[in-house]
């Protein structure tokens, strides 16, 4: 079955302790893994869009990888303003096309 | 403000009302998307119109009925809900065409159902 999973489930951090979420997945045929930001009450917003292992993409503090089975979101030296919920999403092919969202990492970072 | 407006922002209903959410892209898009997003559980895809073709998750209950009448415009019609289906309810937008696959969402209509 085609699953995606994120970890840590919450994560606190102090203000500029480096660190880094995880988003795995078993799904065949990956056609994109996409990274978004929520903050409370509002919609998810895009990220990043990772297609082949071994890629990667930068914004200011944030920098996301991925492999075969897996993607990183690293936070170098996180702000206050980082946090919020991280999540994960892996779209695969086939006749569905279908999207399949984490559950999120709540990230909190304290000053 | 992201290009994709939801209204109203909160909903308190009872079982026994019939109510619509609202959505409107202004971003000359071609697909609109409702997902419902619960607690500690990952967004769930509702409905899909795209290209004027619509598609459907079997598993949400008929008192969800959608409306795409135009590729700006989308509504979630809501008629005897139950209190389970409180939930933030987001729509998004994206154009259609390989590389062109990032979702772009409204800030949602937080429902609560009494």
């Known amino acids: 079955e085609d699953q995606v999973t994120q970890s840590p489930e919450a994560l606190r951090l102090q203000e500029g302790e480096s660190s880094s979420l995880n988003c795995s997945y078993t799904?065949?045929?990956?056609?994109?893994l996409f990274w978004y930001r929520q903050d409370p009450g509002k919609g998810p917003e895009f990220l990043f869009t990772?297609?082949?292992a071994g890629e990667e993409k930068e914004k200011e503090r944030l920098k996301a990888t991925l492999t075969k089975k897996e993607s990183f979101l690293h936070i170098t030296a996180p702000k206050p303003e980082d946090s919020a919920t991280y999540l994960c999403a892996v779209r695969f092919g086939g006749a569905t096309n279908k999207l399949i969202f984490g559950t999120g990492t709540l990230l909190a970072v304290q000053p | 403000e992201t290009g994709v407006t939801q209204t109203p922002r909160h909903l308190v209903m009872g079982m026994t009302n019939k109510k619509s959410l609202k959505c409107e892209q202004h971003l000359g898009h071609n697909a609109m998307y409702w997902y419902k997003q619960s607690a500690k559980k990952p967004l769930e895809l509702m409905f899909v119109y795209s290209l004027e073709e619509r598609v459907e998750n079997n598993s949400v209950p008929s008192r969800f009925s959608p409306e795409c009448p135009n590729s700006s415009h989308l509504f979630l019609h809501l008629h005897t809900l139950q209190p389970e289906d409180s939930a933030l309810y987001l729509c998004?937008?994206?154009?259609?065409?390989?590389?062109?696959?990032?979702?772009?969402f409204g800030s949602g209509t937080q429902l609560s159902v009494l």
């Open positions: 998004a937008s994206r154009e259609t065409g390989t590389g062109r696959e990032k979702l772009f």
């Open positions: 799904v065949s045929g990956l056609r994109g």
């Open positions: 990772l297609y082949s």
